[in-house]
């Protein structure tokens, strides 16, 4: 090979290195002979057209455009999936409240309670985000999931003065609507069903409607003692007998927490039978959610506690804040690092397999 | 279906081909008109092969580099042939609404 087209390679592998990883994975060889082979015998520089080219098609393959490698397709169907399942827990979530208090305040006085407005928004956005998630309709999905993680943001900064604790109590809740509705908003063309199977989405969309109706039942079921001084009590079946309403918080009994349980698995178990790099890019996504969840308490503990003792209650500090929103993001980062980086490992070791088995038999094969 | 698609599927119609020979025979059908760049090619190939329409056929090493050879499948066949039929269609109908446009008073050829 020529000086000029040892400079022209390393110049085309600088571009081809724009491409994602799977991409130059299935074509960079394949590639590289052909512009080699489109080359002037003294080039030395790639042309202008193609150069542009290039950077055009890689770009197009780093944000998910149509021919994506298939790591950028596990990313997007990871994101199909991770999109619907927050949603479908967001509108199960708020059913669920719903649902506990509008019976649980029927039981208690015959009257149906309002679920307050600022919630109506949220459950609109979800169920919108819900309905077209399992479609192709990609920016209507987002729009509903953006309009709904946006709105539950906006309810907790507007309580969050009189009432801090409860922001950082449903941070998590927050991190995860908000990815959501990123998740559909670049999951292109994919949809979940298309990465779970249609049988377990199915089975587990199903599931999150059980979860929905549990409290509902519960609540209707309950049992309410009425003492003579116009106090009561409420308690789900084998649930605490809650005097008044608990602070607002619905009742739950073994109505709520066997079935739920189950149904709580049975998702567990769709989801776990993705495929294994879905299935990794899935982890990585719910990771900062189920982290802050696990950390917040311990580290906010000083914060939660006394905060709602003062009048007016003590805000959140600076640094807080930083950890609040940078933690997540650099767990997200980290996961999908080293899912990127495992895979890449993987696939390294498998080529060396393949190149020591091939040259056994080649060994065997040649007459000694 | 885009352009770049319709002519790699042309000229994989005819028999396996490599990366450089679609790009000269793409070159050859289209009158000189269409080359395509590596990067399109490849892209248009890899979302071709996920929608079933092409297949490798064979792979060689040709000076240390992989060699791949595509060909049409039948899902391939039957989708250049829909598009083919479809692409008649409209140039007979602009052709037919041309010749009645050069027809008309006026609006002949100079």
Same mark, same amino acid.
């Given at each position: 090979?020529?000086?000029?087209?040892?400079?022209?390679?390393?110049?085309?592998?600088?571009? +081809?290195?724009?491409?994602?990883? /799977?991409?130059?994975?299935?074509?960079?060889?394949?590639?590289?002979?052909? &512009?080699?082979?489109?080359?002037?015998?003294?080039? %030395?520089?790639?042309?202008?057209?193609?150069?542009?080219? &290039?950077? #055009?098609?890689?770009?197009?393959?780093?944000?998910?455009?149509?021919?994506?490698?298939?790591?950028?397709?596990?990313?997007?169907?990871?994101?199909?999936?991770?999109?619907?399942?927050?949603?479908?827990?967001?509108?199960?979530?708020?059913?669920?409240?719903?649902?506990?208090?509008?019976?649980?305040?029927?039981?208690?006085?015959?009257?149906?309670?309002?679920?307050?407005?600022?919630?109506?928004?949220?459950? /609109?956005?979800?169920? =919108?985000?819900?309905?077209?998630?399992?479609?192709?309709?990609?920016l209507v999905a987002a729009a509903g999931a953006w309009v709904a993680a946006l709105?539950?943001?906006?309810?907790?900064?507007?309580?969050?003065?009189?009432?801090?604790?409860? *922001?950082?109590?449903?941070?998590?809740?927050? =991190? *995860?609507?908000?990815?959501? /509705?990123?998740?559909?908003?670049?999951?292109?063309?994919?949809?979940?069903?298309?990465?779970?199977?249609?049988?377990?989405?199915?089975?587990?969309?199903?599931?999150?409607?059980? +979860?929905?109706?549990?409290?509902?039942?519960?609540?209707? *079921?309950?049992?309410?003692?009425?003492?003579?001084?116009?106090?009561?009590?409420?308690?789900?079946?084998?649930?605490?007998?809650?005097?008044?309403?608990?602070?607002?918080?619905?009742?739950?009994?073994?109505?709520? +927490?066997?079935?739920? &349980?189950?149904?709580? &698995?049975?998702?567990?178990?769709?989801?776990? %039978?993705?495929?294994?790099?879905?299935?990794?890019?899935?982890?990585?996504?719910?990771?900062?959610?189920?982290?802050?969840?696990?950390?917040?308490?311990?580290?906010?503990?000083?914060? *939660?506690?006394?905060?709602?003792?003062?009048?007016?209650?003590?805000?959140?500090?600076?640094?807080?804040?930083?950890?609040?929103?940078?933690?997540?993001?650099?767990?997200?980062?980290?996961?999908?690092?080293?899912?990127?980086?495992?895979?890449?490992?993987?696939?390294?070791?498998?080529?060396?397999?393949?190149?020591?088995?091939?040259? #056994?038999?080649?060994?065997?094969?040649?007459?000694? | 279906?885009?352009?770049?698609?319709?002519?790699?599927?042309?000229?994989?119609?005819?028999?396996?081909?490599?990366?450089?020979?679609?790009?000269?025979?793409?070159?050859?059908?289209?009158? $000189?008109?269409?080359?395509?760049?590596?990067?399109?090619?490849?892209?248009?190939?890899?979302?071709?092969?996920?929608? $079933?329409?092409?297949?490798?056929?064979?792979?060689?090493?040709?000076?240390?580099?992989?060699?791949?050879?595509?060909?049409?499948?039948?899902? $391939?066949?039957?989708?250049?042939?829909?598009?083919?039929?479809?692409?008649?269609?409209?140039?007979?109908?602009?052709?037919?609404?041309?010749?009645?446009?050069?027809?008309?008073?006026?609006? $002949?050829?100079?």
């Amino acid at each position: 090979m020529s000086e000029h087209h040892e400079q022209l390679e390393r110049r085309y592998e600088r571009l +081809l290195a724009l491409f994602p990883a /799977a991409h130059r994975r299935e074509y960079e060889d394949e590639m590289m002979g052909v &512009l080699l082979a489109g080359a002037a015998p003294q080039q %030395r520089y790639p042309g202008l057209g193609e150069t542009a080219n &290039l950077i #055009r098609c890689a770009v197009w393959l780093r944000v998910g455009g149509r021919g994506a490698g298939s790591a950028d397709r596990y990313w997007a169907s990871a994101a199909a999936v991770f999109g619907l399942v927050v949603c479908l827990m967001m509108l199960t979530y708020r059913l669920g409240i719903m649902g506990a208090e509008v019976l649980g305040g029927w039981r208690i006085d015959g009257r149906l309670l309002i679920v307050p407005g600022q919630w109506w928004l949220a459950m /609109a956005g979800w169920t =919108v985000a819900v309905a077209f998630a399992f479609t192709r309709f990609r920016l209507v999905a987002a729009a509903g999931a953006w309009v709904a993680a946006l709105s539950e943001v906006a309810v907790e900064i507007i309580g969050y003065p009189s009432w801090p604790s409860h *922001l950082v109590e449903v941070w998590w809740m927050l =991190v *995860l609507s908000v990815g959501a /509705a990123f998740a559909l908003t670049v999951r292109g063309r994919t949809r979940p069903q298309g990465a779970l199977g249609v049988r377990r989405t199915v089975v587990m969309s199903s599931a999150f409607a059980v +979860l929905a109706v549990l409290p509902a039942v519960d609540a209707s *079921l309950a049992v309410v003692t009425r003492y003579g001084d116009g106090g009561f009590s409420i308690g789900a079946l084998g649930g605490y007998n809650a005097p008044g309403w608990l602070g607002g918080h619905h009742v739950s009994g073994v109505i709520t +927490l066997v079935p739920g &349980l189950i149904c709580a &698995l049975v998702i567990l178990y769709c989801l776990l %039978r993705a495929e294994a790099p879905v299935r990794r890019r899935l982890v990585a996504m719910f990771a900062p959610a189920l982290a802050l969840n696990l950390v917040v308490p311990p580290v906010f503990n000083g914060f *939660l506690v006394s905060t709602q003792r003062f009048n007016p209650p003590v805000l959140l500090v600076p640094g807080q804040w930083v950890f609040l929103i940078v933690f997540p993001l650099v767990l997200f980062a980290v996961g999908a690092l080293l899912v990127v980086r495992g895979e890449r490992h993987a696939h390294l070791i498998e080529l060396g397999r393949a190149a020591e088995r091939e040259a #056994r038999l080649k060994q065997a094969a040649t007459p000694s | 279906m885009g352009e770049p698609a319709f002519l790699i599927l042309t000229a994989l119609a005819g028999e396996p081909k490599h990366g450089y020979a679609v790009i000269e025979d793409v070159l050859d059908i289209s009158g $000189g008109q269409v080359r395509l760049h590596t990067g399109t090619l490849y892209s248009v190939l890899d979302r071709l092969r996920e929608g $079933g329409l092409i297949e490798v056929d064979r792979e060689e090493i040709v000076a240390s580099r992989l060699r791949r050879y595509y060909r049409l499948t039948g899902v $391939g066949q039957e989708r250049l042939a829909a598009e083919t039929v479809r692409l008649r269609r409209n140039a007979d109908a602009a052709a037919a609404r041309l010749s009645g446009f050069a027809l008309r008073p006026g609006t $002949g050829a100079a």
